[in-house]
């Protein structure tokens, strides 16, 4: 075990795990209306040690006006005890006040086999330090449904637990984001993730790289 995977698991309690998150997505604008997007995800689980899932998004979005965007994902997840597809369409309003930003997102995720469907909501908020390459990041996106859904031992395939409103998961996340030029973003941060009140919360450390093409 690692130096850093050894202090990972003594500052957790003892049913807490902990994973790490790495990403690649390359943006590409084709007006100031309309881009696709490829992101590329590793996920362990595991106290680091095991797989997750390995993510394959690619996506489209469109702007009918500069604050308002309308967007879809396909999602294809590979685990180690099986695949699913996933569709998430979403709707997504920003907005900037000087060195300040932030947005407000709306997500549906239907997963075709097992079916299951979630509302992913997810509200941002950022801030660009001036004469500088950071800006640090807050984000909360809790994943909730009409029927309550949520993730089996393994993390990975949905089932469907009750007939009531509830929070299956959600994502809280602490990081910031240093432009390393005008064309290229390094992240990482801290997530906090929530699997529901019958399972273990996994602490999330996340490293990813944007590049505009």
């Not at 100031?32 to 362990?44: C, D, I, M, Q, T």
């Not at 997963?111 to 908020?125: D, G, M, N, T, W």
């Not at 950071?134 to 393994?154: A, Q, R």
């Amino acid at each position: 075990m690692s130096v850093f995977a050894l202090i990972m698991s003594l500052s957790l309690s003892a049913q807490d795990d902990w994973g790490i998150w790495q990403y690649i997505s390359l943006n590409k604008t084709f007006s100031p209306k309309v881009g696709a997007l490829l992101r590329l995800e590793h996920r362990s689980k595991g106290n680091a040690q095991d797989l997750d899932c390995g993510l394959v998004m690619p996506g489209v979005w469109y702007k009918p006006v500069s604050w308002l965007t309308l967007g879809f994902i396909y999602d294809f997840a590979m685990a180690q005890t099986a695949n699913r597809h996933v569709l998430l369409p979403y709707i997504q309003v920003s907005q900037k006040w000087g060195q300040w930003s932030f947005s407000g997102r709306e997500m549906g995720q239907y997963v075709i086999k097992p079916e299951a469907f979630l509302l992913r909501s997810k509200v941002q908020l950022s801030c660009r330090i001036p004469n500088s390459i950071v800006s640090p990041i807050l984000f909360i996106e809790p994943y909730t449904s009409g029927k309550y859904i949520k993730h089996n031992e393994d993390g990975n395939v949905f089932i469907k637990a009750a007939d009531a409103i509830g929070v299956a998961k959600s994502s809280n996340v602490l990081g910031v984001a240093l432009s390393l030029g005008s064309k290229s973003t390094l992240e990482l941060g801290y997530n906090y993730y929530y699997l529901g009140s019958a399972s273990p919360a996994r602490h999330i450390v996340y490293l990813g790289f944007a590049y505009r093409l």
